[in-house]
């Protein structure tokens, strides 16, 4: 098991939740980088949807996206 942002123990499925925040603003960066209009926009919709799961479930998610990550650019 993984430690959150404070300290606590994570469980699986904030942890592949978690992992796949972090895969997509990954991807996000690489498409900023590129240019890719079209991959930005699917890549920033993903990981809304995924921090819209995570406050479903009463996830913490603080520390995981910079708040400046899914501005507009």
């Known amino acids: 098991m993984?430690?959150?942002?404070n300290g606590e123990t994570m469980s699986e499925f904030e942890t592949v939740l978690h992992d796949q925040v972090?895969?997509?603003l990954t991807a996000l960066d690489?498409?900023?980088?590129?240019?890719?209009?079209?991959?930005i926009h699917l890549?920033?919709?993903r990981i809304k949807d995924l921090?819209?799961?995570?406050?479903?479930?009463d996830?913490?998610?603080t520390g995981w996206?910079?708040?400046d990550a899914l501005q507009d650019d």
Request: proline share 0%; glycine share 6%.
């Open 2 to 5: 993984r430690h959150g942002e």
């Open 22 to 24: 972090s895969v997509r």
């Open 30 to 39: 690489e498409a900023r980088r590129a240019g890719l209009e079209h991959e």
């Open 43 to 45: 890549h920033s919709a």
């Open 51 to 57: 921090l819209d799961v995570a406050a479903r479930h």
């Open 59 to 61: 996830i913490d998610v």
């Open 65 to 67: 996206v910079a708040a």
